[in-house]
């Protein structure tokens, strides 16, 4: 049988699949549809050191191959965080690699040395990137001077492996993955959704309650191919991608251009085997294309 397995930063994944933060929870439900244990790590839902409500509704609208939403990474505050997810995070027998925001540097250094003391995580995940938040996230990940600056920060207060995930920001995605790799982090994840919208043309006014949210799904794949061929051929560090990932088709085409590993997002909602199933066909394509290790075929189309 071929290799499965991938290496992100010292996170030993026995496949390369993962989930993208927000689209899975945090509490121990994603056990009705498949045995987790079928991941190579469990990517959780953003969380915050404080409590925090989210974007006022509607916050999810369909949109051709794809969906908006404007969540607003709502949190409960740390207290019960701690007391309600802490104790099922523990149990999964998988890498578990816990995502955060802050609107602030002092807020991100806050919450990576709270998670990192619990002493739960494989790795964390700096959400940089969230396209729907007046604050923080997004204002990180567009400015290299920023970003780098707060994984230096970061970087002091955990010894565990720190990914960033950056944006969709054409105009300087790659100064920025230079920047957090120069800095410290251990690898990179991308893309988060751009920003987008809809408009109810019966009413004229927008569909999502904060007006402005995220595209997400099948309809952002090929900027998030491009953009992970683009950082790829600027960093040493490894990436996890994702954007639109449906199938194993997806996979290959994502670790050609450089991922290591990737994160089914979207999808989850509307196929919840579409994780088992992948990983089944990306096995059988390996068999079938003589192909003995799956880190074979990252960056080879570069080659």
């Not at 949190?75 to 602030?104: A, Y």
């Not at 959400?127 to 001077?145: E, T, V, W, Y």
């Not at 560090?237 to 997002?265: H, K, N, T």
Request: aromatic content about 8%.
């Amino acid at each position: 049988m071929p290799n499965l397995c991938v290496n992100i930063a010292g996170i030993k994944m026995k496949n390369p699949f993962t989930v993208g933060s927000g689209t899975f929870g945090n509490d121990g439900e994603f056990e009705k549809f498949f045995p987790i244990e079928l991941l190579g790590a469990l990517t959780p839902k953003t969380i915050r050191s404080y409590e925090w409500p989210g974007n006022p509704p509607p916050r999810l609208a369909e949109a051709a191959a794809g969906l908006l939403s404007s969540v607003g990474i709502p949190s409960k505050s740390w207290e019960r965080f701690v007391k309600e997810d802490v104790p099922v995070l523990k149990k999964i027998p998988i890498p578990v690699i816990q995502s955060v925001i802050g609107r602030t540097e002092e807020e991100y250094v806050e919450i990576v040395k709270k998670c990192s003391d619990l002493g739960v995580f494989a790795g964390i995940e700096l959400n940089l990137s969230c396209p729907n938040l007046k604050q923080g996230g997004l204002s990180f990940g567009s400015d290299p001077q920023a970003s780098e600056s707060l994984i230096k920060k970061v970087r002091k207060q955990t010894k565990l492996p720190l990914i960033a995930k950056l944006p969709p920001d054409y105009s300087n995605i790659v100064n920025v993955a230079k920047a957090v790799e120069s800095a410290g982090a251990d690898a990179i994840a991308m893309i988060n959704a751009p920003r987008a919208m809809a408009i109810d043309y019966k009413t004229r006014k927008p569909v999502l309650g904060n007006k402005v949210g995220a595209l997400s799904g099948p309809a952002i794949k090929p900027i998030a191919v491009y953009l992970v061929w683009e950082v790829y051929k600027a960093v040493s560090i490894p990436i996890i991608g994702m954007g639109g990932i449906v199938d194993f088709r997806d996979v290959i085409e994502f670790m050609s251009a450089g991922a290591r590993a990737v994160a089914f997002g979207t999808i989850n909602f509307i196929d919840t085997q579409a994780i088992p199933r992948a990983l089944k066909d990306l096995e059988n394509y390996l068999i079938e294309n003589n192909i003995d290790d799956v880190n074979e075929i990252v960056g080879c189309a570069h080659c």
